[in-house]
């Protein structure tokens, strides 16, 4: 949960949750103490305590746990719009690899025939919203060092 603590969460949930935490917590966020915590770590505890959800997938956590629809979650770009997922700066390996693959296959699609490309156009899109998600992940989890 240090991820949570210096606002390092990626995917439409982890965005979500830094958010509302940032609202919510407003000053407090960056002094370390909130009106029913103690401290940051206490309200980490008990969040963490409080989410037996959780479910790690390698490219991230879905907090939606069994209620998750997505059967495939080895295809991330199902994930990262998703309200319940989150993307921590441990996944990033996981993020950056998916973008080299992506990369290297989307170009030896290109040397294709048009013919076989027309045949592989569903493989091709699968592959540019893969990349499209690690993109997103990638620039999430990487901005603090961007700002730096």
Request: glycine share 6%; net charge positive.
């Amino acid at each position: 949960m240090s991820a949570a603590q210096d606002g390092t969460l990626a995917g439409k949930g982890g965005q979500n949750f830094i958010a509302k935490l940032t609202e919510i917590l407003a000053d407090d966020l960056t002094t370390g103490s909130t009106p029913h915590f103690k401290n940051m770590e206490e309200l980490i505890s008990f969040a963490t305590k409080h989410t037996n959800n959780f479910r790690g997938v390698s490219h991230g956590y879905c907090t939606k746990g069994a209620e998750c629809k997505v059967r495939n979650a080895a295809d991330p770009s199902h994930c990262v719009w998703c309200d319940s997922y989150i993307a921590t700066p441990r996944h990033l390996p996981h993020w950056l690899v998916v973008k080299k693959r992506c990369e290297s296959q989307l170009a030896a699609f290109e040397k294709f025939p048009s013919e076989i490309k027309q045949r592989l156009k569903a493989f091709s899109a699968a592959l540019n919203d893969n990349l499209e998600a690690a993109n997103i992940i990638i620039d999430q989890l990487t901005i603090k060092v961007k700002e730096a």
